[in-house]
């Protein structure tokens, strides 16, 4: 057994001698080389960080362990959140395996199927909101101010520390950052959190520039692209349909200080996106990981300079969160004959190459 995640980046997290160290075995996510996308985009050196083979299937489980081993050193005794589904999904997790109450508030009717069915399983509190996540973040903010629950959302900063270990991996694998590093934006937690961990990375001379990084946002839920939070956002992508992101200026700093950008994409930029990572890479994601990629080929669209670049994609979740969008947007359909030899023989004939 290698050392899990608080152990291996221990030196750079807040941890003290009472932080107990629990592991569901998150992190050294694998970064894999593009064999096709990045030809399409013209990007001599291109590489998906797989955040989806993390134990619930998103980035979410490495904030996660960090917030809720900073909760039990604490004292709590429950753990509250609001989602559009994969922060939920973990936090039930980690609250299962901790043995701590975990009550997650979800907009009804939005949170994909993968990601409610994890929730269940784990046995999470779960209260559906009529109403969207923005307006659940805001009450379990000011519900954990009453009540004894600590709140494990992203505006909780140990959140963020624990996600920045990703910055840290793909630096190790590289043995340098990447010159570009393509990410959704939703709540914008994530995007804060990389360009935390890669500058922490520089400032420790661990690496000796920083990333560019580039954040994109669903076109209709762009709220840090058009300047104005999104009182409905709307967006095929349930994970980051976010109209007020709680870390917002996070997500400006890492832009500015990055030389970096963050701008939209389509609904159907980002279905093409998770179309071809499935089709061509072997890269089953959710429609909001995708973003990612879409984004990279609209630069590559608009001529960004990529020859010669080395950039990452993250893909923040797998594509099995949301099972219904792969055969909403399948575009091979399913042939249905009996069982009988001859006539699959013949269906098999047709297709033969
Ligand atoms: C797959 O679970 O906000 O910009 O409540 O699930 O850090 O919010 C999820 C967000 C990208 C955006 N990709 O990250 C939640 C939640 C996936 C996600 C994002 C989310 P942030």
Same mark, same amino acid.
């Given at each position: @057994?290698?050392?899990? #995640?608080?152990?291996?980046?221990?030196?750079?997290?807040?941890?003290?001698?009472? =932080?107990?160290?629990?592991?569901?075995? /998150?992190?050294?996510?694998? #970064?894999? $080389?593009?064999?096709?996308?990045?030809?399409?985009?013209?990007?001599?050196?291109?590489?998906?960080?797989?955040?989806?083979?993390?134990? =619930?299937?998103?980035?979410?489980?490495?904030?996660?362990?960090?917030?809720?081993?900073?909760? #039990?050193?604490?004292?709590?005794?429950?753990?509250?959140?609001?989602?559009?589904?994969?922060?939920?999904?973990?936090?039930?997790?980690?609250?299962?395996?901790? %043995?701590?109450?975990?009550?997650?508030?979800?907009?009804?009717?939005?949170?994909?199927?993968?990601?409610?069915?994890?929730?269940?399983?784990?046995?999470?509190?779960?209260?559906?909101?009529?109403?969207?996540?923005?307006?659940? #973040?805001?009450?379990?903010?000011?519900?954990?101010?009453?009540?004894?629950?600590?709140?494990?959302?992203?505006?909780?900063?140990?959140?963020?520390?624990?996600?920045?270990?990703?910055?840290? /991996?793909?630096?190790? /694998?590289?043995?340098?950052?990447?010159?570009?590093?393509?990410?959704?934006?939703?709540?914008?937690?994530?995007? =804060?959190?990389?360009?935390?961990?890669?500058?922490? &990375?520089?400032?420790?001379?661990?690496?000796?520039?920083?990333?560019? @990084?580039?954040?994109?946002?669903?076109?209709?839920?762009?709220?840090?692209?058009? %300047?104005?939070?999104?009182?409905? *956002?709307?967006?095929?992508?349930?994970? +980051?349909?976010?109209?007020?992101?709680?870390?917002?200026?996070?997500?400006?700093?890492?832009?500015?200080?990055?030389?970096?950008?963050?701008? +939209?994409?389509?609904?159907? /930029?980002?279905?093409?996106? &998770?179309?071809?990572?499935?089709?061509?890479?072997? +890269?089953?994601?959710? *429609?909001?990981?995708?973003?990612?990629?879409?984004?990279?080929?609209?630069?590559?669209?608009?001529?960004?300079?990529?020859?010669?670049?080395?950039?990452?994609?993250?893909?923040? %979740?797998?594509?099995?969160?949301?099972?219904?969008?792969?055969?909403?947007?399948?575009?091979?359909?399913?042939?249905?004959?009996?069982?009988?030899?001859?006539?699959?023989?013949?269906?098999? $004939?047709?297709?033969?190459?």
């Amino acid at each position: @057994m290698g050392l899990c #995640l608080l152990e291996r980046y221990r030196h750079l997290l807040p941890l003290t001698d009472k =932080t107990p160290v629990i592991t569901l075995g /998150e992190g050294q996510t694998p #970064l894999v $080389r593009s064999r096709h996308i990045g030809a399409r985009a013209g990007c001599s050196e291109l590489y998906f960080k797989l955040e989806g083979c993390n134990p =619930t299937g998103s980035f979410k489980d490495r904030g996660m362990v960090m917030a809720i081993a900073k909760a #039990l050193e604490e004292g709590s005794q429950g753990i509250m959140c609001a989602s559009t589904g994969n922060t939920s999904a973990s936090a039930a997790a980690y609250g299962a395996y901790c %043995g701590i109450q975990t009550i997650v508030v979800i907009p009804e009717g939005d949170v994909a199927k993968g990601k409610m069915a994890q929730a269940i399983a784990y046995g999470a509190h779960i209260v559906a909101i009529d109403g969207n996540f923005d307006q659940a #973040l805001s009450l379990v903010r000011s519900l954990t101010d009453k009540l004894p629950f600590t709140l494990v959302n992203s505006v909780n900063r140990y959140r963020l520390e624990g996600q920045k270990t990703a910055a840290f /991996e793909i630096v190790d /694998e590289l043995g340098e950052p990447p010159d570009y590093l393509c990410i959704p934006v939703g709540n914008a937690g994530n995007i =804060t959190a990389y360009w935390k961990g890669f500058t922490e &990375y520089k400032a420790k001379g661990l690496a000796s520039f920083t990333p560019r @990084m580039m954040g994109f946002q669903a076109e209709g839920a762009s709220p840090i692209v058009k %300047g104005h939070p999104i009182s409905s *956002p709307k967006t095929v992508a349930s994970a +980051i349909r976010i109209g007020n992101p709680a870390s917002w200026k996070g997500a400006l700093t890492a832009r500015d200080e990055s030389g970096g950008a963050i701008e +939209i994409v389509t609904d159907d /930029e980002i279905i093409n996106a &998770y179309r071809l990572l499935a089709r061509e890479e072997g +890269i089953f994601c959710e *429609p909001a990981s995708a973003a990612s990629v879409a984004g990279l080929l609209k630069l590559a669209a608009k001529n960004l300079p990529l020859q010669d670049k080395r950039t990452v994609c993250v893909i923040t %979740g797998t594509g099995l969160k949301d099972p219904e969008m792969a055969s909403q947007f399948a575009e091979t359909p399913i042939k249905h004959l009996p069982a009988d030899l001859k006539t699959l023989e013949e269906h098999l $004939r047709s297709l033969a190459r």
